[in-house]
T-cell receptor
Framework: DTGVSQDPRHKITKRGQNVTFRCDPI?????LYWYRQTLGQGPEFLTY????????KSRLLSDRFSAERPKGSFSTLEIQRTEQGDSAMYLC?????????????????FGPGTRLTVT | DAKTTQPTSMDCAEGRAANLPCNHS???????VYWYRQIHSQGPQYIIH???NNETNEMASLIITEDRKSSTLILPHATLRDTAVYYC???????????????FGQGTILTVHP
């Protein structure tokens, strides 16, 4: 399978613990995105990487959240001191470099997500 | 970003065409219209996008009105596997300052019945 993969698929943790999620994008995609989705809502943008550079962060990404993409390939999203409000599906997406004339960075390929439950 | 209005839910019989409308009356001249869908327990899936002209691919057709204030996604022969939440998303082109942030609304829950 050459799609976007995420690990783990499910994570249950106790409030106050730290968790880390991993995303492996499609190999030739230089752009990587993280989104969060709560029950009954559409996904919300968290952050964006172009290669290893983190170029945009949402206000949703509090100080407890940090994302990295050290070698421009896989990415990790860490949540420190988890709270019950962090319970959600965390989605990763990637997109290829823009083609000639028209950017296609809105054509994103999503992974299956990591479902986090904070008890 | 332009605001969108989509029906909360729609039903369609299997084998019939599903026509999903989206109102985006505040869309700017350089914003494309993207459509994604999300099948239960899966990540969103890109379907199609367009700027002014109608577009068609192997998944769907996209009809954009001449004034660009609304669009319709057409699934020509809906199957049970098309049951999903469908999102209409205006997005700036490469000249904009956004880096590809997709702003999802509530979407339309499409249920395809046997």
């Amino acid at each position: 399978d050459t799609g976007v993969s995420q690990d783990p698929r499910h994570k249950i943790t106790k409030r106050g613990q730290n968790v880390t999620f991993r995303c492996d994008p499609i190999s030739e995609h230089n752009r990587l995105y993280w989104y969060r989705q709560t029950l009954g809502q559409g996904p919300e943008f968290l952050t964006y990487f172009q290669n290893e550079a983190q170029l945009e962060k949402s206000r949703l990404l509090s100080d407890r959240f940090s994302a990295e993409r050290p070698k421009g390939s896989f990415s990790t999203l860490e949540i420190q001191r988890t709270e019950q409000g962090d319970s959600a599906m965390y989605l990763c997406a990637s997109s290829p470099p823009p083609g000639q004339g028209v950017s296609n960075h809105y054509e994103q390929y999503f992974g299956p997500g990591t479902r986090l439950t904070v008890t | 970003d332009a605001k969108t209005t989509q029906p909360t839910s729609m039903d369609c019989a299997e084998g019939r065409a599903a026509n999903l409308p989206c109102n985006h009356s505040t869309i700017s001249g350089n914003e494309y219209v993207y459509w994604y869908r999300q099948i239960h327990s899966q990540g969103p899936q890109y379907i199609i996008h367009g700027l002014k002209n109608n577009e068609t691919n192997e998944m769907a057709s996209l009809i954009i009105t001449e004034d660009r204030k609304s669009s319709t996604l057409i699934l020509p022969h809906a199957t049970l596997r098309d049951t999903a939440v469908y999102y209409c998303i205006p997005a700036l082109n490469a000249g904009g300052t956004s880096y590809g942030k997709l702003t999802f609304g509530q979407g339309t829950i499409l249920t395809v019945h046997p």
